[in-house]
């Protein structure tokens, strides 16, 4: 069966790739390479012994996309990562944000039902609930107003979708909503490739440790929380990448309850950013060179994900702890620096 992802090259899609490939799925990846690299293509055939088909170009242009579709009518489901995620970026330039991320979702939603696809898995994220009222964040709980640009297009993103299904019941989608993914494949082949300055927490951290960067700063120590530092839901790539294949046997098993399904994809065990940066230090034996310095503009104060309805409904549960997360964002950064010997 053959499974479009888009963004196949960037850091969750080629995970993604990996675990399709390895549960017999014929992958076709588009990636227009704006924040990844033709490598990972090489490096997800090393992983899986296949090479996925790959075509470059961009999904918000219209007649490509169109023209891709009607190449490809046969599509058994589409994972679609492709789009913006740097929340300041987005503050910065909003509309690059909103045309990117949402007119390339409207041009596939529109090349869906022009050829009979029925299924479509759409990568959301936590940031739709803000700073949540109620913790552990359920799907339920309500979407506030965005804190960024960025987290507005996941929203209106979410919605376009609901009301494109609305029209046509013949449609199934899930939207899975992310909280913090970290980590890397454990051949350390594929991983998170930030260009220039990280924004996240994890390729910060390995970059100060490889002595890419001189010292990682920690956004605040005066949150309302054991240590001070902010709570996050850091979930292994891996498990996450696993759950976008159990969502999408789920659409083409025909076992959805309604046609538009919604899921936290987390642990439901919150970390302090100390929490990370020690788990680090004891798995990389590397001791950080970190300061204190004042809260992020924008950032919440904690957020985990009540993990109850993923858990019982696709019958998926990370498993990686966050050693195992922080061992092998480690372990991939040391490939990068050539300074793998296993
Ligand atoms: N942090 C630091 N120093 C850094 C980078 C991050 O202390 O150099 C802290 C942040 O303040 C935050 C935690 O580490 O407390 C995690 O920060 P990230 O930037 O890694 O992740 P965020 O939770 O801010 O952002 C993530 C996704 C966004 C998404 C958001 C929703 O990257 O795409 O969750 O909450 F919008």
């Not at 990280?198 to 605040?220: E, H, S, Y």
């Amino acid at each position: 069966m053959k499974i479009l992802v888009t963004g196949g090259t960037g850091f969750i899609g080629s995970h993604t790739a990996v675990e399709l490939q390895e549960q017999g799925f014929d992958v076709v990846i588009v990636d227009n390479l704006s924040n990844s690299t033709i490598e990972v293509l090489d490096n997800i055939t090393k992983i899986t012994g296949k090479r996925p088909v790959f075509e470059q170009f961009d999904l918000c242009d219209q007649s490509l996309t169109a023209d891709f579709f009607r190449r490809h009518n046969d599509l058994a489901g589409i994972i679609h990562f492709a789009a913006y995620k740097a929340v300041g970026e987005s503050v910065e330039k909003p509309l690059m944000y909103y045309r990117n991320n949402l007119q390339s979702l409207m041009n596939i939603l529109e090349g869906m039902l022009a050829n009979n696809i029925n299924n479509l898995v759409f990568s959301s994220s936590c940031t739709v609930y803000g700073q949540p009222d109620e913790l552990p964040v359920r799907e339920e709980s309500p979407i506030k107003e965005a804190f960024s640009p960025y987290g507005n297009t996941k929203q209106i993103s979410e919605e376009i979708i609901r009301d494109t299904l609305k029209a046509n019941p013949q449609l199934q989608a899930i939207a899975l909503r992310y909280f913090n993914p970290i980590g890397a494949h454990p051949s350390a082949l594929i991983g998170e490739l930030p260009l220039g300055v990280p924004n996240n927490l994890m390729p910060f951290i390995t970059q100060t440790a490889i002595g890419k960067r001189p010292v990682l700063r920690v956004f605040g120590n005066d949150y309302n929380t054991p240590d001070g530092t902010a709570i996050r839901d850091y979930i292994h790539v891996v498990d996450l990448a696993q759950a976008h294949v159990v969502a999408l046997n789920r659409m083409i098993e025909k076992k959805m309850k309604k046609n538009y399904e919604i899921f936290n994809l987390g642990t439901g065990n919150g970390l302090t950013v100390l929490e990370v940066i020690h788990s680090f230090e004891k798995v990389s034996g590397v001791k950080l060179n970190y300061v204190f310095v004042d809260r992020r503009p924008g950032d919440v104060e904690k957020v985990w994900a009540d993990t109850t309805f993923a858990n019982q409904e696709l019958g998926w549960k990370a498993q990686r702890s966050v050693d195992e997360m922080t061992l092998s964002a480690w372990r991939w950064e040391l490939r990068l620096a050539g300074k793998l010997n296993d």
